[in-house]
């Protein structure tokens, strides 16, 4: 399930990004001082940095390399992406795995704390993490009418509860209907 969830949250971003040109990705918007590559390779990384780990069992997202190609080529982004997708795949015969996660706490005080974790939770994290990012990329991206799923840069809670309240509204449209009859 977390595997197949992460797929398809990156198949949503490759179609966004297979929709950019070259310039639209370099654009450094205004209201974040970022652009789509930016935040493209700060999602590439953190799946870069899992896929890492499970030789070594022990994790830290905060050691991502910061690849300037891969913000800054569409090209090498979608490769990449496309890359990632695949190990995905390797992912589903794996099963569970304990990992060891390392992260700052404190950027002044260069604390750390190291937490014990798994696979399953982390590509959880990664999907939700990714998600964020896709919803800043919709917002930054509104202005170039670019065409969007509606659940791109929306959590997987959030598509469910959207659902809920509809079948709700629904059922109760349908119900003062049959009263006005």
């Keep these: 399930m977390a595997v197949q969830g992460n797929k398809t949250t990156l198949s949503d971003l490759e179609s966004f990004l297979s929709e950019l040109t070259e310039p639209l990705f370099l654009l450094i918007h205004p209201q974040t001082r970022y652009s ?3 935040q493209v ?6 799946y870069q940095m899992l896929f890492g780990s499970l030789t070594t069992g022990v994790l830290c997202y905060d050691q991502r390399p910061r690849n300037k190609r891969l913000e800054s080529s569409l090209g090498e982004a979608l490769s990449t992406l496309h890359d990632i997708t695949l190990q995905l795949d390797t992912l589903c015969s794996e099963g569970d795995k ?3 996660l390392t992260c700052a706490v ?3 005080q260069q604390r750390n704390a190291t937490i014990e974790t798994t696979l399953i939770r982390e590509l959880l994290f990664l999907q939700n993490h990714t998600i964020h990012h ?3 990329l919709k917002i930054l991206f509104q ?9 791109f840069g929306v959590a997987p809670a959030t598509l469910q509860y959207q659902s809920t ?3 709700t509204s629904t059922l109760r449209d349908e119900a003062s209907a ?3 009859r």
Excluded: F, N, V
């Excluded at 390779?41 to 953190?46: D, G, K, M, Y």
């Excluded at 202005?143 to 659940?151: A, F, G, I, S, V």
């Design 36 to 38: 789509a590559g930016e």
């Design 41 to 46: 390779r700060h999602i590439l990384e953190h």
């Design 98 to 100: 304990a990992l060891s």
């Design 106 to 108: 404190d950027g002044c």
């Design 134 to 136: 896709m919803a800043i």
């Design 143 to 151: 202005e170039h009418d670019k065409t969007l799923p509606d659940r």
């Design 165 to 167: 309240c509809e079948a």
């Design 178 to 180: 049959s009263k006005i």
